[in-house]
């Protein structure tokens, strides 16, 4: 495969994955910043509905969301920021994972853990391939 090529093939992977970023991030803002009640009713989770519980996972999960979706967006409609973008999303969603973990060996493990681990891992596998896909100036 010629240079050329190459860097256009590693540019199209990026941008594809950090659109994925973009959509999933975009999907979970929604869920906490309009439907944050029922959202965490699917984990076993429950607020009392209180305008401060409800608030605070708009403005907790729902704003960080919001804030990753954009820096997606903004990564790809500002190509020259794009390695900037995804070195935030990889970060972020590299700490997403260590949570995980850390939930899974300190509370335990259920099935659902690992459903949202292997999600979380495969996607944090992606920025990454996409971090490095990149080609540098």
Sequence with gaps: MNAALKRNVGVWFARVVTLYAAAIFLFLAY??????LDHIANFG?????APES????????GALFTGLAITALYGLARPSRLVACLWVIVVFNGCV?????????????????LTELRDEGVSWLLFVA???A????
């Design 31 to 36: 869920l906490y910043m309009i439907e944050p």
């Design 45 to 49: 989770i429950s607020a009392s509905g």
């Design 54 to 61: 409800v608030n605070f996972l708009r403005a907790g999960p």
């Design 97 to 113: 994972v260590a949570a995980r973990l850390t939930g899974i060996a300190t509370e335990g493990v259920t099935s659902l853990q």
């Design 130 to 132: 996409a971090l490095i």
């Design 134 to 137: 990149h080609p540098r100036r």
